[in-house]
């Protein structure tokens, strides 16, 4: 859910999606730390860990253009995807 909503994110929406895309990202990248977390470390920590602080609805961050953020839409949806796909450590679980 997270990869398709950040799909969409590239796209032009209303400002209210892009609040809840901070949300929903924001919670799934927390549920991938917790789950990683109870395996022992992996980098997954770190990676979504930076994405949670990124699309934190708390502290919004602000970039001045929308071609920066499309670019870290796409890559943060990949990084979900190749999360659920093929994921990284001592095999899939």
């Given at each position: 859910m997270c990869a398709a909503l950040l799909f969409l994110g590239t796209l032009h929406m209303p400002i209210e999606f892009y609040s809840l895309l901070r949300i929903v990202v924001f919670i799934g990248s927390i549920a991938v730390i917790a789950n990683e977390f109870g395996k022992g470390?992996?980098?997954?920590?770190?990676?979504?860990?930076?994405?949670?602080?990124?699309?934190?609805?708390?502290?919004?961050?602000?970039?001045?253009s929308k071609s920066i953020w499309i670019l870290i839409d796409l890559l943060a949806g990949l990084l979900f995807l190749v999360m659920v796909y093929f994921p990284l450590g001592k095999g899939k679980n």
């Open positions: 470390f992996s980098i997954w920590i770190f990676v979504f860990g930076f994405m949670a602080l990124l699309f934190n609805p708390f502290l919004p961050v602000y970039l001045k």
